[in-house]
């Protein structure tokens, strides 16, 4: 028998952090979280992050468990996320994964095989590279090499560029079909995917908003009291959307309102980005709000229906 496990994603403010508790609830579970900004202490707003009160008593794994100087990549969500999973297994209840970033979703359900090579000299000349030519450097050069993942990585995301140059370095092969290939490997858990997506207009004025109410709640200070701490660009957890922009504003790069802007673009680019993702996926259940008339228990209703199906309740 397969281990049952839930995924819930979506874009980016979505409405998904307000479904999985309603969710958990529903059938005993605990979540992990699938964000790979949430996971650092000290940077609760520009992550939209979870707070106790909103938990409603459900535990939550890998939420403030990092500092933000420490790397965090797949391989490592991949560590920890396996380590929860059997945690919660242990007290009978069921795993389910929250979060909108799919690379670390694939990860856990086709049970990906990373060969990491964090000691490579290829790594390292192309870490130095990047350092003294810029980023833009390097995804040209993917771009000639492997087009299908200079499509869908985004030219700012250093660390997974220098990934797939690398890979395709020391392999002679592109890393897009590696990761194809993994992806058509069984997965060993018994899983319903599910995907909230809301309409495209909606959702947009939703990722508008949400940036006004961080920047209300006080967005500015948190990346300056970061910055104070020593964060800086080049750190994993300062590439995070509203902490990048910010810090450019706090360099002197451009002004306030035009970070607050370039945010809220960005924001809406990386939504359309990660449904792009969700649509490569298989075997995914999306849930269109509007099929819903945008009530929460309809949508509820409708995951309970598709998890008995699966069996993975009864």
């Known amino acids: 028998m397969k281990e049952p496990l839930i995924i819930l994603t979506g874009p980016t403010a979505a409405g998904k952090t307000k479904l999985s508790i309603a969710l958990a609830k529903a059938v005993g579970g605990e979540i992990i979280s699938a964000d790979s900004m949430q996971v650092y202490r000290h940077m609760d707003i520009g992550s939209a992050k979870i707070s106790q009160e909103e938990m409603g008593g459900i535990p939550h794994y890998l939420v403030d468990v990092l500092e933000p100087f420490e790397a965090f990549h797949v391989v490592r969500f991949q560590q920890m996320a396996k380590a929860a999973m059997e945690e919660i297994r ?69 660390k997974r560029v220098i990934r797939a140059l690398e890979f395709y370095r020391l392999t002679g092969k592109k890393i897009s079909k ?7 490997k069984e997965s060993p858990y018994n899983f319903a995917y599910f995907v909230l997506n809301e309409e495209r207009q909606k959702l947009y004025e939703r990722i508008d908003r949400r940036v006004d109410e961080m920047i209300e709640a006080g967005l500015l200070r948190e990346v300056t009291l970061l910055k104070e701490m020593g964060c800086k660009r080049g750190m994993v957890s300062m590439q995070g959307l509203g902490y990048k922009e910010i810090l450019a504003y706090l360099d002197g790069e451009c002004s306030f309102l035009e970070a607050v802007d370039i945010l809220k673009r960005d924001t809406r680019h990386f939504a359309k980005r990660q449904l792009t993702w969700f649509r490569r996926e298989k075997d995914v259940i999306w849930l269109n709000k509007e099929d819903y008339e945008y009530k929460e228990e309809r949508i509820l209703a409708a995951m309970l229906e598709r998890l008995k199906e699966k069996g993975i309740i009864g």
């Open 178 to 184: 590696h990761n194809e290939e993994q992806k058509e």
């Open 90 to 158: 242990s007290r009978g209840h069921i795993p389910i994964l929250v979060g909108g970033t799919g690379f670390y979703i694939q990860a856990i359900v086709g049970d990906v095989d990373f060969t990491d090579n964090e000691t490579s000299p290829v790594r390292r000349e192309l870490e130095q590279r990047a350092a003294e030519q810029g980023s833009c450097v390097l995804y040209e050069e993917l771009k000639k090499v492997d087009p299908e993942s200079a499509a869908i990585i985004h030219e700012n995301n250093v």
